[in-house]
Structure formats: structure tokens, C-alpha cells
């Protein structure tokens, strides 16, 4: 389940990570204005079903902005494999991902379902990690939701 794998490698410092030096948090607030151009899309925002992006947008927002696990899920397919229950999102962010924690994505289409989506979480205390993910979409009850999400 990509959430605990998650949880399990900020905390054993195994992830692939750019260097960056810190960053103050509201730096980090500002520096992610939305935009598209072309198969990528930049930003932050609350997402949707409308579209794969979206749904990456919105699981997302839900985690960091909303830090709420049955919100992140809620752009998930209920058949998806690799994604973990809203309950164990939560305890993710609860015990992962200190409170101001600001993010930035980019996510770019490869395919009608695939993404790749880096994900810049910015930390309060001025660190800066890079998530590299490759991310695949459904479309379920015309909705388009996370089927699975896999480290790159």
C-alpha cells in the first residue's frame, strides 16, 4: 500500500530525494502557482473526477491541505490495489507530516491513464523532498479516480 510505503520511507530516509536547500514555509506557500502547458500541470489545487490530473490534484489536496485520509481516498478507485484505507492515510499524516507542511506537483499525462507526478513536499522546518511517482487513473461511475500509485 503506497501510503505506508510512503510513511515507511520518509522515515527510514530510503526515498529518492533531490537535494534542495530549505526553504522558508511561506516560500514554499507561494511557489507553486497553478498552470498548464500542454501534458503538464502545475500546482496545488483542490482536484476533481473531471480528469486523471484532477483526481491526482484532489488526492493530493485532500492529504496535505485538508489532512484528511477519507478525503485523499475519496480519489481513489475502490478496487484499487496499492492504495491504503482511509484510516491508515490518516494515520500517515498524522504521524508523518507535521502540520504546515506546503506541496507542490507536477504532474504530466504519458498516456490516456498514466502520470508521472512529482510531488515537492515543503516541511516547516525548511526541508524540501522530491516524490517521484508514476501514478494510473479509471474511470469508475464516470468518475476518474487513483487506480495505483508506484514509486519511480
Known sequence: MVVVILALTRNSGS???AP???TPPLSAA????SRVDGAVTIGNGAGGTDSG??????FQHG?????????ARSFVAPDAANVSTPEIIQKAIDEQIPRGTTYCLR??????????VDLTEHRPDGTT????????????DNKNLIYAINER
Open 63 to 71: 492529504f496535505y491541505s485538508e489532512r484528511s485520509g477519507a478525503v
Open 30 to 33: 507561494l511557489s507553486c502557482p
Open 53 to 58: 490530473t484532477a483526481a491526482i490534484l484532489g
Open 15 to 17: 526515498h529518492t530525494a
Open 129 to 140: 523532498t522530491v516524490y517521484r511517482q508514476q501514478v494510473s487513473t479509471v474511470v469508475r
Open 107 to 116: 504532474v504530466e499525462q504519458l498516456a490516456g491513464d498514466r502520470y508521472n
Open 20 to 22: 534542495v536547500p530549505p
